[in-house]
């Protein structure tokens, strides 16, 4: 069992910046990929951003050029910038151990004016 804590939501006006964190409770170089997901209001959950090594990264064209995906030692992070109100959603950190998916509880993230 894997528990996942995200941190760093919030609200932000248009062009703004936050910075999530997730906390794994194993040491994060045991998982197979890790990364984030998110759920906008009314859709489905999607993956936005993952990594296998922590070196090299894919990110969905939507925020491609504006999050940036990065980890450490113990935690994974996701840089945001110039969000937009597209980018409204609950933020997921997600790990892949043992051939099963481990998401968070949820961080929520609002742009709006």
């Known amino acids: 069992q894997v528990q996942l804590v995200e941190s760093g939501g919030g609200s932000v006006q248009p062009g703004g910046s936050l910075r999530l964190s997730c906390a794994p409770s194993?040491?994060?170089?045991?998982?197979?990929?890790t990364g984030w997901y998110r759920q906008p209001p009314g859709k489905e959950r999607e993956l936005i951003a993952s990594t296998a090594d922590g070196s090299t990264a894919w990110y969905d064209g939507g925020v491609k050029g504006r999050f940036i995906l990065s980890r450490d030692n113990a935690n994974l992070y996701l840089q945001m910038n110039n969000l937009k109100p597209d980018d409204t959603a609950m933020y997921y950190c997600y790990v892949a151990f043992n051939g099963n998916p481990y998401w968070g509880q949820g961080t929520q993230v609002t742009v709006s004016l």
């Open positions: 194993l040491s994060i170089f045991r998982f197979a990929l």
